[in-house]
């Protein structure tokens, strides 16, 4: 059986081991395909590709991005794509310049809630990475202001917390258009997150989506049921990984541990020749 996990991040975003340690990571939990979907990035790929050159592990190309429209802030993972493809370079400099604006004003906020932190040592926390939210956290590990990383998201920087800052989303036809346009396949990442996930699906297929992540590991077995379902009438591809970021306080991983089956390689790639022009 082939091992797979397709949805993963490095510290090219918000994951706590470079690429290398990633492609290490995953050899060993025997995986033998991976993508790495870092947010609103592609900068991991290619050291993830040279890590994994001559092993029997493949790298696809992959991102995730945040999409929204009036009423969802929906992820969208890209696969197969053409990760040098210059609108997509382009768009993601401008979300990149947007983030680093938008991490300023939460650090703005933190100090007006009299929270001394910088953004200096939030950008050294990030270093090369696309900032996000997590780095802001870890800086207030640091700084010693909050016990622990979790405690930082629920008191400051969630989504209805008092220092959060919303950022630029693209609308779904974007980012759908933006990864088609690179010609690679666009996916409904982690349903479970969603208020009503089958009317997303809907609407995204709508739209173009071309697939559900369907193996995650919080999509319920009843939801999968109804995912499954939903895929073969919209005639949607499923796909699936763990949405691994950093080793969990157990000690867990949390990487691999999906069963997903190995069409799903074959069907990406078959999609994605769709777009290409
Ligand atoms: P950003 O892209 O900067 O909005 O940061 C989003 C990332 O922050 C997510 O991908 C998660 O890794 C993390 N995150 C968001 N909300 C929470 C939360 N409530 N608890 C823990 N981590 C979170
Ligand atoms: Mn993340
Ligand atoms: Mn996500
Ligand atoms: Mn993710």
Redesign the pocket.
């Known amino acids: 059986m082939t091992k797979i996990d397709l949805h993963m ?1 490095t510290t090219a ?2 994951g706590e081991y470079s690429p290398s340690e990633v492609v290490r990571l995953a050899q060993d939990h025997n995986l033998e395909v991976i993508a790495i979907t870092d ?2 990035t592609v900068a991991g790929i290619r050291e993830a590709r040279s890590a994994a050159y001559g092993t029997n592990l493949s790298v696809i190309a992959g991102i ?1 991005l ?1 999409c929204e429209n009036a009423t969802r802030d929906v992820h969208l993972l890209g696969y197969a794509f053409d990760i040098d493809n210059e609108h997509l370079q382009q768009k993601l400099d401008e979300l990149h310049e947007h ?1 680093k604006y ?2 300023a004003r939460i650090v703005e906020n933190l100090n007006e809630l009299g929270i001394p932190v910088q953004y200096e040592l939030v950008q050294d926390i990030a270093g090369d990475g696309v ?4 780095h ?2 870890q800086a207030l590990v640091q700084l010693g202001m909050v016990a622990s ?2 405690e930082a ?2 008191n400051y ?3 209805h917390c008092p220092a959060y800052v919303p ?1 630029l989303r693209l609308s779904p036809h974007e980012g759908i258009d933006l990864i088609h346009q690179a010609g690679g396949v666009a996916v409904v990442a982690h349903p479970c997150r969603y208020e009503d996930p089958l009317g997303v699906v809907r609407e995204f297929a709508a739209q173009g989506v071309d697939g559900i992540e369907v193996y995650y590991p919080d999509n319920s077995p009843q939801l999968r049921q109804q995912l499954l379902q939903i895929a073969q009438e919209l005639d949607l591809m499923v796909t699936g990984g763990c949405d691994f ?1 950093r080793r969990a306080e157990d000690g867990q991983f949390g990487l691999g541990t999906e069963h997903i089956p190995h069409e799903v390689i074959a069907e990406i790639l078959r999609r994605a020749k769709r777009y290409h022009g």
């Not at 900032?131 to 997590?134: D, M, Q, S």
């Open positions: 991040h975003s918000d947010h609103d995730e945040g983030r938008r991490a900032i996000a939210r997590p802001i956290a990383y979790q998201f629920d920087l969630g989504n950022r970021h």
